[in-house]
């Protein structure tokens, strides 16, 4: 089944290059546009998208606000942010209203395409360009006892070194060569940590071994 996209975005520009890299993504389409958030949750009812690439400052309604109001009418559509910002507390706000995923505008085919399927996936999606300065924003929320640490892990010492590694970005394959075990069993494992969270994402898993702790900046 083709995934239909939503473009809101207040340059022509933008949307013209995004519209042609999607064209040549096979299994989805651009079914409209807009030039500001205003028109974003009537459009939604109209055209229902399954996915939304939503800008965040726009001339009139902000990504933000539009975002916001979104969540507020219940509407279910998966957002991905598409931004030139990297400031933590703007991507941080953005996930916290809602957004699935966080894409600097300077991506390439290949990395929107990771998204967009991601996010198809019921996934979450980070830019491994802000995954850093996620990360380092999370520290600086649990430090001012802004985030809660009530969720408790239950993982085995294998499964914690092995969510380090997936936290740090490495493939299954590194993980298995590094820690001498074979792909089919580091997946078991994933599947297990993912399991006993109920996270089923990177984008999660980051947020979460940041809020118990379980690696720093420095890990």
């Given at each position: 089944m083709t995934c239909r996209l939503l473009l809101v975005d207040d340059h022509s520009l933008i949307r013209a290059g995004v519209r042609a890299l999607v064209a040549d993504i096979p299994g989805y389409t651009v079914v409209g546009e807009a030039d500001d958030g205003g028109q974003l949750l009537e459009l939604v009812r109209r055209?229902?998208?399954?996915?939304?690439?939503?800008?965040?400052?726009?001339?009139?309604?902000?990504?933000?606000?539009?975002?916001?109001?979104?969540?507020a009418h219940g509407d279910a559509c998966k957002v991905l942010i598409l931004s030139m910002h990297t400031d933590p507390e703007l991507i941080m706000r953005a996930l916290e209203s809602g957004a699935h995923g966080y894409l600097l505008k300077d991506t390439t085919a290949t990395e929107l395409e990771q998204a967009l399927a991601a996010l198809r996936a019921d996934e979450r999606y980070l830019s491994p360009a802000i995954a850093h300065t996620v990360i380092n924003q999370a520290l600086q929320q649990a430090h001012n006892g802004k985030q809660s640490t009530s969720e408790r892990h239950n993982l085995t010492e294998r499964q914690l070194e092995i969510l380090r590694l997936i936290v740090r970005g490495k493939s299954t394959r590194e993980i298995a060569h590094g820690l001498g075990l074979s792909i089919k069993t580091v997946e078991s494992h994933r599947s297990q940590v993912?399991?006993?969270?109920?996270?089923?994402?990177?984008?999660?898993?980051?947020?979460f071994a940041v809020r118990e702790k379980i690696i720093s900046l420095d890990d």
């Open positions: 055209l229902t998208p399954d996915i939304v690439l939503l800008d965040i400052s726009m001339r009139s309604t902000s990504g933000l606000d539009a975002l916001t109001h979104l969540r993912m399991k006993r969270l109920q996270i089923y994402d990177v984008a999660g898993l980051v947020l």
